[in-house]
């Protein structure tokens, strides 16, 4: 599978990686051994990026992530974790202290002694501004806790005051054929400042499966239940922030843009992987199956133009209204 440099961080990753979210048990229950199978599956098929979060099942998918790497230390794989999202969302929690108690449990969880890469798990925007934070962060990375640091954001503002500081090694940002506001700016700012840019939500939790009907019910578990209009946290993480009926509609058409022997799912990722700017997209899976299907992703051709003006025109005229203004 292609390898990209995760920006600032010098390291390569593979254009398709792994998101864990799904192993925490956010999306209905996995199994230990389906959670194997499915990180199994994903280095099999080229995968070296594997993203979680100390907040994933409260530690569950780090926890699995660090068995299965002590089991497989030659699997090569850089992994990316989140912190924040356990305490209070309060700018006024986000201090030197507090990032060294965050760190030392998702060292321990995922048994290293230095993490890969910790991105701030969108926090609240005025964090993104302090000199402190970056001052914080800095003093992580000498002492060896951390290799590397980025952030995880909502929206297109936070992602441009991120790039801005040296320090900040990539940026994690919601992007797919329903999202396409970051194309305009934050890419080519990226870009321009040597950022790595990993795409979460790729499918619009699913969405752009195409499996889903306006009938569909999802565990009362899974955020796609609980989360549809930003009761647990913010409104975007679930469907893209689109309205599910809405999303349902969109993504029939979309389908229809799949080439010849390529899923819709894939033609999704295709899309997000060819942007420019992109260093890896992460989408999730609880099945082996779909693991080996999105790394697959990967290898598909370069969808052509008159598909990118047809995903262009489909967002325009279907989802543009509901969510450019706020993401």
Not at 71 to 96: C, H, I, S
Not at 132 to 146: F, G, K, M, P, S
Not at 238 to 245: M, P
Request: hydrophobic share 40%; glycine share 10%.
């Amino acid at each position: 599978m292609e390898q990209r440099i995760l920006g600032r961080t010098g390291r390569n990753v593979s254009v398709v990686g792994q998101g864990t979210w799904q192993l925490g048990g956010d999306w209905g229950e996995v199994g230990e051994a389906d959670a194997f199978g499915v990180l199994d599956a994903a280095v099999a098929s080229g995968v070296t990026f594997f993203d979680t979060a100390d907040v994933y099942g409260d530690g569950r998918s780090e926890q699995l992530i660090g068995r299965y790497l002590k089991e497989r230390p030659d699997a090569g794989v850089f992994v990316a974790t989140k912190m924040g999202r356990r305490a209070d969302q309060l700018p006024q929690n986000y201090v030197l202290d507090n990032f060294r108690t965050w760190n030392d449990r998702s060292r321990a969880n995922l048994g290293v002694d230095t993490l890969d890469l910790v991105q701030l798990h969108c926090p609240p925007t005025p964090v993104y501004s302090r000199d402190e934070v970056y001052d914080a962060l800095d003093t992580l990375v000498a002492e060896q806790r951390i290799a590397a640091y980025g952030v995880s954001v909502e929206t297109c503002a936070e992602a441009l005051t991120a790039i801005a500081r040296p320090g900040v090694a990539s940026v994690q940002i919601i992007l797919n054929p329903f999202r396409l506001k970051p194309l305009d700016e934050v890419l080519p700012a990226a870009l321009a400042a040597g950022v790595g840019i990993i795409a979460r939500v790729p499918l619009a939790s699913g969405l752009l499966s195409g499996r889903y009907t306006a009938d569909t019910v999802f565990a009362p578990g899974d955020h796609r239940t609980y989360n549809r209009h930003g009761e647990a946290f913010d409104q975007g993480e679930t469907f893209s922030g689109v309205d599910y009926a809405t999303g349902v509609a969109a993504a029939a058409e979309f389908a229809g843009l799949a080439p010849e022997g390529a899923t819709p799912a894939q033609t999704a990722l295709r899309w997000i992987v060819q942007q420019p700017g992109v260093t890896s997209v992460i989408p999730g899976a609880r099945a082996v199956e779909q693991a080996r299907a999105n790394a697959a992703a990967a290898s598909l051709p370069p969808l052509p133009q008159e598909t990118l003006d047809a995903v262009r025109d489909l967002y325009d005229r279907r989802i543009r209204a509901g969510v450019h203004g706020r993401w």
